[in-house]
């Protein structure tokens, strides 16, 4: 019931901005982390940056300073907001929601289809 839709990724030159958010649809009562992952071609899946229910946010060494990432509870979504951008930068962005509860009760996780972020050079 629970499905994360991203939107936002595309092709951007360096050092511009682009901006990701993702919604979460179905029914939620509420959720524990927020947090955006990245996977560059020939490479292992990140983490890139992650918020807390309570607000603690936490970054990835390589995007301190560049990205930010925010919740809005009320519309489950979560944004992530990438300035300076680099080449290194590109890959599938993937969000994900943990601690997911629904009507059953159980908390779950959830990740988001991933959406393609080029910087080009």
């Known amino acids: 019931q629970v499905q994360l839709v991203e939107s936002g990724g595309g092709l951007v030159q360096a050092g511009g901005p682009l901006t990701l958010s993702c919604a979460a649809s179905?029914?939620?009562?509420?959720?524990?982390?927020m947090a955006w992952y990245r996977q560059a071609p020939g490479k292992q899946r990140e983490l890139v940056a992650s918020?807390?229910?309570?607000?603690?946010?936490s970054y990835a060494d390589s995007v301190k300073g560049r990205f930010t990432i925010s919740r809005d509870n009320a519309k489950k979504t979560v944004r992530l907001q990438m300035n300076n951008l680099k080449p290194e930068d590109t890959a599938v962005y993937y969000c994900?929601?943990?601690?997911?509860?629904?009507?059953?009760?159980?908390?779950?996780?959830?990740w988001g289809q991933g959406t393609q972020v080029t910087v080009s050079s």
């Open positions: 994900a929601f943990w601690g997911v509860v629904d009507r059953t009760g159980t908390p779950n996780g959830y």
């Open positions: 179905g029914s939620i009562f509420s959720i524990n982390a």
């Open positions: 918020v807390t229910s309570g607000g603690g946010k």
